[in-house]
């Protein structure tokens, strides 16, 4: 994609569609007044006040995502004016920015358009920079832009090209703070759509070898340091939990490493991510049932966050170490598989009872938490599509939080509201421990059907020594079924930006 700043006037920017915002004024109030934003104002000007009269009739009432289309026939450069809603002026932020814009993209890239331009939609945001606005913007272009059809034949895939040309109109804004806006926003989106072609891809494709050829390669690209290992060093470290997932598996298990060193001098060993990595998760012997088996596929989706995550760090390059670690496998039915009954002993000594092969994600994390644990590093952020809770609990409009640490939770909560992303923190109280007492090992594998993320989370707690932790559930977020505005269904890359926004605040 060809993005560049431009600091042409809305009448000659050259393009098949410039995209203009608009807000109405307070919600509920009785009749809704239009508020144009600057480039909306200068484009009513040039076509006679027209953009007025379309809101005067109650065509347009400035709803977010709301969509106009206007041919300008010949009266301005821009062929087409998409004037796009922005909802209520008092609640525009840079996720109504990213949605509007993603809003606008697609519906661009579905009516042909190959060259958009964007003006600054809002100016004026509280507590938001204009370069802030101007990255979400970006965001919000490319990720709604987004498809997913390399197994489909072009006849099948709808028209043309697609969009292969965006300008930023700067107007009055500084036009270098636009570019660090866009090399920003590009990161951002770019890591996004990685992590959502890793989950997109099928089972048969994505396995833990591919995805770690898949990680090396990026590794290599963007200069980050990457290691995996295969079972033998598995062995020789005592991951027992990774390596009794495994064992159904004719795909070897390969685990992860990926480190960005920004602060080579620092003592302090920096942050680790941690992945659930499984390719495959048709439950084990605990089998699963068929409906909806297939979308299991996307249970590597928080091994896709950490990778990505790890691609924005090595691009923007903040002072801070960060070191991501998957496990990575898939979980199968087979004469070799685990059991029910098994005892395994994890990394770092201790023993789980197992009482259920489907409650696989924790076992290949706790190896992985031992291990980020056992080389110093905190705090340690793992997110992992864990538990079928979560999805009862918070749907798929916000992830679950589980921290033992305040101010590292609300450094989450806030990283994630710039990026668009929503985190509810979750218990983690002593007393859930009791459902995981084991009679014949340390701890049990599951603790019933009540409060499972918790029990889940509980589990994992059992890793962490005394580093600060959070573990982010998005189990009902990572994946969408129902078409949204700005997102086409499928993966949706959740945690990505938060992960690297987290990492760049720190650093
Ligand atoms: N991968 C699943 C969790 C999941 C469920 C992800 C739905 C996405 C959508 C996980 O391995 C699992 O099967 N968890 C079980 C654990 C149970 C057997 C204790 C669950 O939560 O139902
Ligand atoms: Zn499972
Ligand atoms: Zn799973």
């Not at 390399?150 to 109109?169: A, C, E, F, M, P």
């Not at 620092?266 to 409906?291: C, H, Q, R, W, Y």
């Not at 990778?307 to 991501?324: D, E, G, H, R």
């Not at 994946?479 to 949204?484: A, I, R, Y």
Request: proline share 3%; charged share 20%; aromatic share 4%.
């Amino acid at each position: 994609m060809d993005i560049r700043v431009t600091n042409q006037a809305e009448e000659i920017v050259a393009c098949d569609a410039l995209v203009v915002g608009a807000a109405h004024t307070k919600a509920g109030q009785e009749s809704k007044g239009i508020v144009l934003s600057a480039s909306a104002q200068a484009v009513d000007r040039l076509l006679g006040g027209l953009i007025n009269e379309i809101c005067a009739h109650g065509e347009f009432k400035g709803n977010l995502g709301e969509l106009v289309t206007i041919h300008t026939m010949g009266k301005l450069t821009a062929k087409r004016i998409v004037l796009v809603g922005l909802g209520a002026q008092e609640t525009v932020n840079p996720q109504a920015l990213r949605r509007a814009t993603a809003t606008a993209a697609r519906h661009l890239q579905h009516t042909g358009a190959q060259q958009i331009a964007l003006a600054l939609l809002w100016q004026g945001l509280e507590d938001t920079g204009i370069d802030e606005a101007a990255q979400a913007q970006i965001e919000g272009a490319l990720l709604g832009l987004y498809s997913f059809k390399k197994y489909q034949h072009s006849d099948t895939n709808g028209n043309g090209q697609g969009v292969t040309k965006i300008k930023l109109l700067s107007g009055s804004v500084e036009q270098a703070a636009l570019h660090m806006a866009i090399e920003r926003g590009t990161a951002f989106a770019e890591a996004t759509n990685f992590a959502r072609d890793l989950v997109n891809e099928p089972p048969n494709v994505l396995t833990p070898t591919e995805l770690a050829n898949r990680a090396n390669s990026m590794a290599r690209q963007f200069g980050l340091e990457c290691e995996i290992f295969d079972r033998p060093q598995m062995q020789e470290l005592g991951m027992g939990g990774l390596l009794a997932v495994a064992q159904g598996s004719a795909e070897p298990p390969k685990f992860i490493i990926l480190r960005y060193r920004g602060a080579p001098h620092n003592t302090d060993k920096g942050m680790a991510l941690v992945g659930k990595g499984i390719t495959f998760d048709t439950g084990g012997i605990s089998l699963k049932p068929a409906e909806r088996m297939h979308e299991m596929k996307g249970d590597m989706a928080g091994a896709a966050a950490v990778i990505s995550a790890m691609q924005i760090i090595a691009t923007l390059k903040p002072a801070i170490n960060v070191t991501a670690l998957v496990s990575s496998t898939e979980n199968m039915p087979s004469g070799t598989a685990y059991r029910p009954g098994d005892i395994l002993r994890i990394m770092n000594g201790k023993t789980i009872e197992i009482v259920n092969t489907d409650a696989e994600g924790r076992l290949v994390l706790a190896d992985a938490l031992s291990y980020a644990t056992r080389e110093g590093l905190s705090p340690i952020i793992d997110v992992a599509t864990l538990t079928g809770g979560i999805v009862i609990a918070l749907g798929s409009v916000m992830a679950g939080l589980f921290c033992n640490d305040e101010q590292l939770s609300n450094e989450i909560i806030a990283a994630g509201r710039a990026m668009g992303e929503k985190f509810w923190p979750m218990p983690l109280d002593d007393e859930y421990a009791e459902q995981i007492k084991s009679d014949v090992a340390d701890i049990k594998q599951t603790g019933g059907r009540s409060a499972s993320s918790v029990t889940a989370a509980k589990i994992l707690e059992h890793f962490v020594g005394d580093a600060k932790w959070a573990h982010l559930d998005i189990a009902g977020t990572d994946f969408v079924d129902t078409k949204k505005a700005y997102q086409e269904n499928g993966a949706t890359g959740f945690a990505v930006r938060t992960l690297a926004e987290l990492a760049l605040r720190r650093g």
